[in-house]
């Protein structure tokens, strides 16, 4: 009897601290953002010249074992460099941030390059959703002691695919159709 | 070629000053960016033009002054048109200070992106629209200057300094310009 009992206590015993390494591994293998030391920008064309955005806050999680990612922009944080322009793109004919404060990417399937992933996914954009293939290189850094994941690459939307332009703003001989967002992000393990 | 290029200046100047003055008035929007695109790359043009223009001038000696001048009015030319060439250069490039200053890099029509000249600066910008309208208002009064110097060269000094810049007259302009010294008599 008092074997058996030791039996069924270790059989727990293993049994939870199988399910607790399980939940470490689990936790091990999730990167989050280092918003300090990571940048979302983009390019766009206007007026036949590169000009440039930035977005100031949004968080990515990305889990290379689990096969995921996930990133949310706030639409506010945008910023072009010049207050007028930001103005026209906050506002309904562009970004409508009022209306759609967030854009999303979450990958259904993450396939291995030779440097690093293509995640393929839903990128929903102002109000927007399509599938999209984000191509990325992942290396693992030694920054200062700390174990860091960097994960860079760009990729090219079109602009007018998510409605960004509308009324006159459809033409796209004075601001190209073509916006390429460009990441260049340092991720650490965990939360 | 001097006088083609001269002509060449005179029509874009006038279209550059519309379309500035339009660009001006305009509220924001796509037409407005359509019409300051288009008078920064005509301005870029302009500035082409005359460095080309200042070239030729520098490799073929410009017809003599007429003899009938007096060293006041000899000054006053070689003044006005010194400060023609100086706008004609300081016009487009404080333009694209402004830009640069601005944030908005240039392009020539949709075609060659230009570098920044500077880096980003509010206080430049604002100072450069105050000099680049300044200097669009020394223009016309050089421009007002130079038409009119022009005009009391045909009529009332007679002599044929307006006549030579005047298109189907290039042999003859040329042909002065050439034999200036020798024959000035005859241009």
Same mark, same amino acid.
């Given at each position: 009897?008092?074997?058996?009992?030791?039996?069924?206590?270790?059989?727990?015993?293993?049994?939870?601290?199988?399910?607790?390494?399980?939940?470490?591994?689990? !936790?091990? &293998?999730?990167?989050?953002?280092?918003?300090?030391?990571?940048?979302?920008?983009?390019?766009? &064309?206007?007026?036949?010249?590169?000009?440039?955005?930035? /977005?100031?806050?949004?968080?990515?999680? /990305?889990?290379?074992?689990?096969? !995921?990612?996930?990133?949310?922009?706030?639409?506010?944080?945008?910023?072009?460099?010049?207050?007028?322009?930001?103005?026209?793109?906050?506002?309904?004919?562009?970004?409508?941030?009022?209306?759609?404060?967030?854009?999303?990417?979450?990958?259904?399937?993450?396939?291995?390059?030779?440097?690093?992933?293509?995640?393929?996914?839903?990128?929903?954009?102002?109000?927007?959703?399509?599938?999209?293939?984000?191509?990325?290189?992942?290396?693992?850094?030694?920054?200062?002691?700390?174990?860091?994941?960097?994960?860079?690459?760009?990729?090219?939307?079109?602009?007018?695919? /998510?409605?960004?332009?509308?009324?006159?703003? !459809?033409?796209?001989?004075?601001?190209?159709?073509?916006? &390429?967002?460009?990441?260049?992000?340092?991720?650490?393990?965990?939360? | 070629?001097?006088? +083609?290029?001269? %002509?060449?200046?005179?029509? +874009?100047?006038?279209?550059?000053?519309?379309?500035?003055?339009?660009?001006?008035?305009?509220?924001?929007?796509?037409?407005?960016?359509?019409?300051?695109?288009?008078?920064?790359?005509?301005?870029?043009?302009?500035?082409?033009?005359?460095?080309? *223009?200042?070239? %030729? *001038?520098?490799?073929?000696?410009? $017809?003599?002054?007429?003899?009938?001048?007096?060293?006041?009015?000899?000054?006053?030319? *070689?003044?006005?048109?010194?400060?023609?060439? #100086?706008?004609?250069?300081?016009? $487009?490039?404080?333009? %694209?200070?402004?830009?640069?200053?601005?944030?908005?890099?240039?392009? %020539?029509?949709? +075609?060659?992106?230009?570098?920044?000249?500077? @880096?980003?600066?509010?206080?430049?910008?604002?100072?450069?629209?105050?000099?680049? #309208? #300044?200097?669009?208002?020394?223009?016309? +009064?050089?421009?007002?200057?130079?038409?009119?110097?022009?005009? *009391?060269?045909?009529?009332?000094?007679?002599?044929?300094?307006?006549?030579?810049?005047?298109?189907?007259?290039?042999?003859?302009?040329?042909?002065?310009?050439?034999?200036?010294?020798? @024959?000035?008599?005859?241009?």
């Amino acid at each position: 009897m008092p074997a058996s009992r030791l039996t069924g206590a270790l059989t727990l015993l293993a049994a939870v601290s199988l399910a607790a390494s399980a939940r470490a591994v689990a !936790r091990d &293998t999730s990167y989050a953002l280092l918003p300090a030391h990571s940048s979302l920008t983009y390019t766009f &064309t206007q007026a036949g010249a590169a000009n440039q955005g930035r /977005f100031n806050t949004f968080t990515v999680r /990305f889990d290379p074992t689990a096969g !995921r990612l996930a990133v949310t922009v706030e639409m506010r944080s945008f910023d072009t460099g010049d207050s007028q322009r930001n103005r026209i793109l906050a506002g309904k004919d562009f970004f409508d941030v009022a209306r759609y404060p967030q854009a999303r990417f979450t990958a259904s399937r993450l396939i291995r390059t030779a440097t690093g992933y293509r995640a393929v996914g839903a990128l929903t954009l102002r109000g927007v959703t399509r599938t999209v293939a984000v191509p990325f290189t992942w290396r693992i850094a030694d920054i200062g002691g700390r174990h860091v994941g960097l994960l860079t690459g760009r990729t090219t939307i079109r602009r007018l695919d /998510f409605g960004i332009g509308r009324g006159q703003w !459809r033409s796209t001989e004075w601001l190209g159709n073509a916006v &390429t967002l460009h990441y260049a992000l340092q991720l650490v393990p965990g939360h | 070629m001097s006088q +083609l290029l001269h %002509w060449l200046i005179v029509a +874009l100047i006038a279209v550059q000053v519309t379309l500035g003055l339009i660009g001006l008035e305009l509220p924001l929007g796509m037409e407005k960016l359509a019409t300051l695109a288009r008078h920064k790359s005509i301005g870029l043009t302009i500035l082409a033009l005359a460095a080309i *223009r200042l070239l %030729w *001038r520098w490799l073929n000696p410009t $017809p003599a002054l007429p003899d009938n001048l007096t060293a006041i009015e000899r000054f006053l030319a *070689r003044c006005t048109h010194a400060g023609l060439y #100086a706008l004609l250069f300081a016009l $487009p490039l404080t333009g %694209w200070i402004m830009s640069s200053a601005r944030g908005f890099p240039v392009s %020539w029509f949709n +075609l060659v992106q230009l570098p920044n000249l500077v @880096s980003r600066s509010d206080a430049l910008y604002h100072a450069m629209i105050e000099v680049h #309208a #300044a200097l669009a208002i020394a223009l016309g +009064l050089m421009l007002a200057l130079h038409i009119a110097g022009a005009l *009391r060269h045909h009529f009332l000094l007679k002599d044929d300094t307006l006549r030579r810049m005047l298109p189907g007259r290039a042999t003859a302009a040329a042909r002065c310009g050439l034999a200036a010294d020798s @024959s000035r008599n005859s241009c």
